[in-house]
């Protein structure tokens, strides 16, 4: 696509959607959004700057490839279950720690395995999608 | 040959000396168990594995397992020696020493396992591993083809035994072989005639009975010390084993006595007259492995004292001379480039350590007093004295020892006497490490025969008792047994082997003519494949049209049929239709989908059609939106946008619609469509009319904030307490986005070798 407006535009879009997509991936916990939404989003935002710029300059814009973003963002989610098991707990049980207070109400903020897991979710969906988006557009 | 390159190399790497220690501790640990088993106490560890199917990884060290495990680790630890020296240099040695070592241990695992399923598992993977190392020259399609034989030979066998391990484990409540021993015999019950079937099946495939027995000759195809440790010495003796566990449990009925005599007896036979024929000296080797095992499998059909420890006896001294004699034709054949009975002759003089211990293997084998194979022959005949088919097994048994006679002298004496033949290199004698196997063999041949009573009270007689399911009075195995008629069979056998000795070249050529007359095996082996890949071919052409349409209406016909005869069998009445309660927002959602919908089908364009089945979508994400289900309704609007910008990349490289083609097809598809649909809704409406059970929901509208701290329900079911659903659920995405990243590329990779 050569609309400059489209491609000037979509850089700002990026941005904002792809912050957009951790701000739901964060909230998520509480409020709609979670790392499956985030990552959606997340993919929406480089599939528009794909479409802006094509798929090879968003692939070194992303720096990593998405096939890997996915791998990692899996083998975090093990990781985050696993971590449970160093415990003694069952497996994927969630463990929380509590800065600042010892309960959720008295503390500052909590470091949980579970978000950890919700990241992983994030990149997985976002690599997965993107992987998928640019094999059909590099597939000519 | 590359795998025989330069003898004197230094060692490639550690990876053959370390397994080699790492078997020989284990060798020394289990060695350590000998007086506490003699005294007539196994060791049984549990370890819980699957606790909620009674499945547990125990193992059990009794007479029977121990006398398996010291040969598995001691004969296991001088073959990875050897072998670090035969293979020397080769490119791949350390796969072989993986493999070898990954075998070593399944096998372990095999004799070890005292649960059934466990030792199904270990069963599979010395299978599995005996297919790596047969197939180790992979470049050849001879290996690969005689490895690939030998796993589908096994491995169904393997089945069945799975089959027969669950009827056991089912109709008597344990899959513990200790327990099943101790409940005593299965003769009679319900299932005992199957399972003794199944058991059979898996034993006689491992342990290759005629007719099944032509894998194995040709699982020579591995290199030298695979044949010495997998094919003779172990693997293959893994169905002897199941056969001795299973002893107590199935023996002593007409059928168990039956079938093992006779398949045992004809393997026996068959195989010592195929190695008279045979001039590869390996192959020789490969058909006297096979008459052990038939001669094993024949004495487990007794039940009797004396049946019982010939077969443990001759089970302990032919892996001891297989093994040595195995490991020696390796030498030569490393030292002089041939195995050919024909050829080799005289080589005592340069290779003399190599002649001694092939010397102590093959008076072994031919039973020659004072060395444990005499024992085990004297044992063997006392043994078929009083089995129930005394009449056929006496004859067949002195039929295949005096065979064995002469086939020991082809292999131990013969290469190494008289004048010597047309060599392709000059003899030497081998490097120390590949020739501490035969020697360390060899004597352990000669001393167990002159001090039996240590071999038997500590190995021979701790496995009589286990395979008997009770304590063993002793007192058969020994040197001198007094005149009696043993003693004269025996002396018969030495006199009719020295006759065949004498005439082998004229017996062989003999045998080779019948032979080329009698049906071979392994051609239909080969002929059973070809159907098998016809038939597959066949269907896959009949099933698989590639036509995606024709794949999408089957799916979807399967779908409303079985619906349909689901809701008419169940005499489900006609849904409650009730308007009164909509609002005109739902009315106009409705309006929304159903006009996206018409247009879909009606359209010509792929890109209105995409663009109107969107509207569906995003119309399913407003109907979640007004119910307040916001999560639900994110994910699925992004979906929608995403899946339109997907197809539409995909379209775009797709011809426009052929107007004539679609109408060709339209009416049967407008059919199924309708009825898919009419029929999902009649079921979500009779689904709507049962009451809401709140159950589920109370409980994560409660427990979601207290216990994990989410007020967001949906996320916390996702991440907390479903995480493990969720975890597979983004592997499959995964896998799915990799699978079709890599069919991509493949397109991709094919269209520019098209250009070039």
Known sequence: MNSIIFTAGARILVALVFVFSLFMLLRGHHLPGGGFIGGLLGAVAFIIYSLACGPEETRSALRVSPEIIAVIGLGIALLAGLFSFFMGDPFFTGQWYW?????????VFSINTVLVFDIGVYLVVLGGILSLTFAFEEEA | MAEHSDPNAPWKTLSGLGTSVVTALLFLFFLQFLPTVAAGSPVRWVIPWIPSLDVNLTFWIDGLSLMFALLITGIGALVMLYAAKYLAGHPQYDRFALYLFSFMLSMLGLVLADNLIALFVFWELTTFTSYLLIGFSHADPKSRRNALQALLLTATGGLALLAGF???GVSQGTFELSELTAAGSLVGQEYYTLI???????AFTKSAQVPLHFWLPNAMAAPTPVSAYLHSATMVKAGVYLLARTHPALSGSDLWIWILSIFGAVTAVFASFMALRQTDLKQTLAYTTLMALGTLVMFLAGSTGYAITAAMTFLLVHSLYKAGLFLTIGIIDHATGTRDANILGGLKSAMPITAMAAAAAGLAMAGIPPFLGFIAKEVA???ALEMQLMLFVLPMALIAFALMFAVAGIVAYKPFYGPQGQLPHDPHEGPWPMLLGPVVLGVLGLAFGLMPGIAAYYIIEPAVAAVMGAPDTGGRVKLWAGFNLPLLLSLITFALGFLIYAKHQALRARLSQIEARAPDLDARWDDLLDVFVRFAKGQTRLIQTGVLRQYMFATFAVFALTVLVTLITRAAGGPALNFAGLQFMEWGIALLILVGTVLVVLTSSRITALVALGTVGI???LIFITYSAPDVAITQLLVE???????????LKMPHLDPSGVQKHSFPNAVLAIAVGALT??????????????????????????EAFGRNIVNVILVDFRTLD???????????????????KGMRATKEEEKK
């Open chain 2, 381 to 383: 005949y006392a043994g």
């Open chain 1, 99 to 107: 800065v600042g207070g010892d309960s959720y109400e008295t503390s």
């Open chain 2, 166 to 168: 669950i009827l056991i």
């Open chain 2, 641 to 651: 946008l995403l899946v339109v910008v997907l197809l539409a990349l995909a379209l």
């Open chain 2, 726 to 744: 969720t975890f597979g659920e983004i592997a499959v995405v995964l896998v799915a986005a990799l699978g079709a990243f890599v069919l991509l």
């Open chain 2, 196 to 202: 003794l079937f199944l058991v059979l099946a898996g």
């Open chain 2, 619 to 621: 119309g399913v994400a």
């Open chain 2, 681 to 706: 809704t009649w079921v979500l409406l009779l689904v709507v009319d049962q009451p809401f059970d709140r159950r589920l929901t109370e409980f994560f509208e409660g427990a979601s904030w207290t």
